[in-house]
């Protein structure tokens, strides 16, 4: 077994730990820990009334310290107990008095609450929106309405690994939000009570539904192969397609590399995957796969066990910290094979005992595809691992 995955089903498990005590392993996997709360307050920051004395007396020297009328961090709905709400507010409020929170860019943090009595992860993110119209509009000179929307759950360390996630999902808030209906308070205190079951559970939920068969999945993102999910509730498809995005190498590879990789598996259209979920467990259909997406499915598989769903988040990010290992090694070995005939060897024997010589080598393919030297010595490769695959 490669050392990073026994990494991740060991370092990992005990950095991410659930907070969750009790109930049996299935319960675990279903539901979200006691711990995830949520809070959404009003919010009138010190920075708007530096700006209104600046307008009026054409200066800010009479501003430099902000009274209490100055700021205000006000309740609109929350699954918190009460006890420890105030908690969270003193917490918020220093840290947007120091004026480092920027719009629409969640923070992740850890703190302490009374209750549930333990740190817990703190993602907090600032946005501007006409929350509440009537109450907040004091008057023509009444700033624009601002929210601060505040998730706690997990820890830090595994909040932290789906920061962007949560920042996109406040996103679909805000333009909820901006949605004149009757249904918007019920729809919003929806979207903010469900969370944790949105963001952070649709990965272990896949690899649950998938179990051994997970292989599939990981090697077609890896490879960018197209996938179409057939038969499927929203729920479920929307999960696949959120663990196909969040496995897939966009953004670690060279950006014209996955542009090139993802239309040449395209043009390869019966080599698209077909997943069939009609029945309880799902089926694959032109579904490819290696040893070394074997190996790590059963990282996913053993980890999923625990019931901790950023576990599952931590192994798929060590996956995606390997293969982009692998294929820097590979490009440096190519590169010293275009002059040494002993690294030519290297290479094939690297891309033997890989597990995923399949995938490395269209990668390099289409970045290399302009440099003659390089492209004659993955042709080679290509001849080599041919005979040498099955």
Known sequence: MLPSLQ??????????????????????????????????????????????????????????????????????????PSE??????????KRLSKGAVFEGL????????????????????????????KAATVGSEAPPSQCVVCFLGGSEKGLELFRLELDTYIQELKNNMGCEDRGLESRMKSHLSNWFEDVVCPIQRVVLLCQEKLTFLLHAALSSTPVNVIESDGKTKKDINRFLSVASLQGLLHEGTMTSLCMAMTE????????????????????????????????????????????????????????IQDTNNLKRFIQQAERNHYALFKCYMFLKNCGSGDILLKIVKVEHEEMPEA????AVLEEFMKEALP
């Open 7 to 80: 990494e991740s089903l060991d370092g990992d498990d005990k950095e991410l730990e659930s907070s969750e005590e009790g109930g049996s392993a299935e319960e675990r996997r279903l539901e979200p820990p006691s711990s995830s709360h949520y809070c959404l307050y009003s919010y009138r920051g010190s920075r708007w009334a530096q700006q209104r004395r600046d307008s009026d007396d054409g200066s800010g020297t009479n501003a430099e310290s902000p009274t209490s009328g100055d700021f205000s961090l006000s309740l609109v709905d929350t699954n918190l």
């Open 84 to 93: 420890a709400e105030p908690q969270l507010r003193s917490f918020l409020a």
């Open 106 to 133: 969640g923070n992740v943090a850890s703190m302490e609450l009374s209750s549930p009595g333990d740190r817990v992860g703190c993602y907090y993110c600032l946005f501007q929106q006409d929350l509440l119209p």
């Open 268 to 323: 390869e259209q019966h080599k698209s995957v077909a997943i069939d979920c009609s029945g309880p467990q799902p089926r694959f259909f032109n579904a490819g796969s290696n040893r070394f997406c074997e190996d790590w499915m059963r990282a996913f598989v053993n980890g999923a066990e625990g019931g901790n769903p950023f576990l599952a988040r931590q192994v798929l990010e060590n996956f995606k910290l390997k293969a």
């Open 375 to 378: 492209k004659n010595v993955i």
